[in-house]
């Protein structure tokens, strides 16, 4: 986040120093944009695919897991029978096919039932229920798309960009897909 913050920063700072200078700052800026508007374009494609929406509607007839909450989901191993449903179930498998496609740009991608629980992911994710955080919130009431800040990954060397689109059926929202972008590959590319 300091580092794509720093140039927005920088942009400012450079208007007053070289007109130049701050152009070529805000063309980067712009292109890293654009590109993530890309990726949300094709994240709703993914989110509208029969596999995706069938998955979902199926979770929402299941509701979440009894007894699971966000605490408890971070003691459940990644090896435990209940994750690895979530990895290996066929929207995960789809998800997975379809960030191959994007040369690393999108580096993980979970999908949420009506609740905010669960339907699939790429990882285990931190939270079990992400119903209350804007990433699930925005797309779901509203139907809109959302978008965060960059962040640092875990290894501490990556920004990643977290996108949420709206998973439809007959034109309302049951669930909600989040994507998370290689923040720092998209400035890289940007800058070709």
Known sequence: MRRLMGLVVIAVVGLVASAGWAASCFEVMEEVQTRISWQVWNADGWAANPVVVEAVLAQNAKGPIPGMDNA??????????????????????FLKAE???????????FLNAAQGEKVAFSDKTGSYIHKGSAKFDVPFAGGKN??????????????????????????????????????????????K
């Open 72 to 93: 408890k989901w971070k003691t459940v191993p990644e090896s435990d029978a209940i994750v690895q449903g979530f990895i290996k179930n066929e929207a995960a498998k």
């Open 99 to 109: 960030m191959a496609n994007t040369d690393g740009i999108c580096t993980g991608a």
């Open 146 to 191: 959302w978008q965060g800040k960059p962040e640092l990954d875990d290894s501490g060397k990556v920004y990643e960009i977290q996108i949420s689109v709206p998973v439809l059926s007959n034109g309302k929202p049951i669930g909600v897909l989040v994507v998370e972008l290689d923040g720092t590959k998209l400035e890289a590319l940007s800058k």
